[in-house]
């Protein structure tokens, strides 16, 4: 089975699984690369066709042990047509629970063949100043142990014929999915001292849920806490200041301290 031509598909607010399965295609080795962002607005209606590839890289953050909601809805849009796909998902250090099989079944619902997956770790969402879950990660390590899975994954299946009779890729996980859990409606706060609207968190925000003519509030209904805003100014402006989502982030620092490596399936 020859990989010349190799396709993305991630949701990544916080470029984290962007920047994981770019280094699981360094290590693949693809010639070709072409990228599919479900992360923008922009990305709700659009559709599109993998037939054009050897090989997909498949890639999702882990919301609360599930894949984001609006992730799911934008890639039921894809249609895989067969190919062969590499399955990643990225969490914050604590646990990815049922996502990666979650993702597995997605992605055989919309006619992908996963045939290889990985659970990889990001610094996490909630992660601040005074509150440090996985801070920096990926790092070197991280992305040096993405490569090598990409180059494990070529060398098994270019050795193969086809990927036609494969085995069903066994995954951790359970059916049915733990439940989305369900927090009242909130965003983060905008300290307007130090706002300076330029509006890089209107481009970020993967809901739209922040306006271009008033950058210094957001829509609560729309906002899916991904924190990419927060992370993304450039002046330190934006925080996340509701005391449910505090809570959780000091619980997540008292437990999560302990570095957790890369999982991977082949």
């Known amino acids: ?3 010349d031509a190799a396709g993305l598909i991630y949701f990544s607010p916080t470029h984290t699984t962007r920047r994981i399965l770019a280094a699981i295609a360094e290590g693949l080795g693809a010639a070709g690369e072409c990228q599919v962002d479900l992360t923008p607005p922009a990305a709700e209606g659009q559709s599109f066709s993998a037939g054009v590839w050897d ?24 249609e895989g047509q067969g190919t062969p796909a590499v399955i990643v998902v990225v969490y914050g250090n604590r646990a990815y ?5 979650e993702l597995r079944d997605l992605a055989v619902a919309v006619g992908f063949q996963p ?34 899975f990409g180059g494990a994954v070529r060398k098994k299946v270019t050795v ?14 359970n059916f049915p999915y733990k439940e989305h859990p369900q927090l009242p409606a909130t965003a983060p706060v905008v300290d ?28 609560k209904g ?13 002046a330190g402006a ?6 449910r989502i505090r809570q959780v982030t000091e619980y997540l620092r008292q437990t999560c301290g302990d570095r957790k490596e890369p999982e991977t399936y082949l």
């Open 1 to 3: 089975m020859e990989i």
């Open 55 to 78: 090989i997909a890289l498949i890639g999702a953050p882990v919301y609360a042990g599930r894949l984001p909601a609006m992730m799911v809805s934008r890639f039921r849009r894809l």
């Open 97 to 101: 629970d049922d996502a990666l099989l």
């Open 115 to 148: 045939i290889a997956a990985g659970a990889f770790i990001g610094e996490h969402s909630y992660s601040a100043v005074g509150a440090p879950i996985a801070v920096g990660r990926p790092d070197a390590m991280d992305l040096a142990k993405a490569r090598a």
């Open 160 to 173: 193969l014929p086809s990927a036609a009779g494969l085995a069903p890729l066994s995954v951790p996980g």
């Open 192 to 219: 307007q001292t130090r706002c300076t609207a330029c509006g890089q968190c209107v481009a970020l925000c993967p809901t739209g849920a922040i306006p271009q003519d008033d950058p210094a509030v957001a829509e």
């Open 222 to 234: 729309r906002c899916i806490r991904c924190c990419a805003c927060i992370k993304g100014c450039p």
């Open 238 to 243: 934006r925080t996340m200041d509701d005391p």
